[in-house]
């Protein structure tokens, strides 16, 4: 009769759920999402393969975790050097130059940040730091003056100009695709 061999690993860990969100990220800036697993990050903290399932019941659900805390330092990053007494242009430009520096330094993060069907949208978590990066995106659209009309709907044009500017400024970066010396001095204002 053959016998598997117990896994001897230990199940307790002093803190597991932020041992893997931190194995996690080591293997998504290393080997990018595809790369990624449960049983990797167990296997990268030291503990059994089924223990993960205990704080994420799927790579979905770990990815979301993840992209939650991209969001957190997202906000750190446009908050960094941000003075509330400062005019409003030196608030935007101050926020929209931290969202690109988090794109910069984190690129697999900010990736998966913004990939499709890889994260749970609905998770609480992960709603609470979009909305908190959405709050600075929404004060530093104020007074941008780029268009006219019925003011609720000038509000959103803007936020969504400025949003799409910075994204799309910051993709563009990241992807290495300012090739000419004179676009990668431009900057993004």
């Known amino acids: 009769m053959e016998t598997k061999a117990r896994d001897t690993r230990p199940y307790h860990h002093g803190n597991l759920r932020d041992a893997l969100l931190s194995a996690a990220r080591r293997l998504l800036e290393s080997e990018g999402h595809s790369g990624l697993s449960l049983r990797k990050c167990a296997e990268a903290v030291g503990v059994s393969a089924t223990a993960p399932q205990n704080h994420f019941a799927n790579k979905a659900a770990l990815l979301t975790a993840l992209a939650a805390q991209g969001y957190a330092e997202l906000e750190t990053y446009m908050r960094l050097n941000l003075i509330d007494a400062a005019d409003r242009d030196t608030r935007r430009e101050t926020a929209l130059l931290g969202y690109v520096a988090f794109a910069q330094d984190h690129p697999a993060l900010y990736e998966l940040m913004f990939a499709r069907d890889r994260v749970s949208l609905d998770d609480p978590d992960l709603l609470r730091h979009v909305g908190k990066c959405f709050v600075i995106l929404a004060n530093i659209s104020k007074d941008f003056g780029h268009f006219a009309g019925d003011p609720a709907k000038v509000d959103a044009k803007q936020q969504m ?23 990668l001095e431009a900057g993004i204002l």
């Open 161 to 183: 100009f400025l949003w799409s500017l910075v994204h799309g400024y910051a993709q563009l970066l990241t992807a290495n695709r300012f090739k000419k010396d004179d676009m």
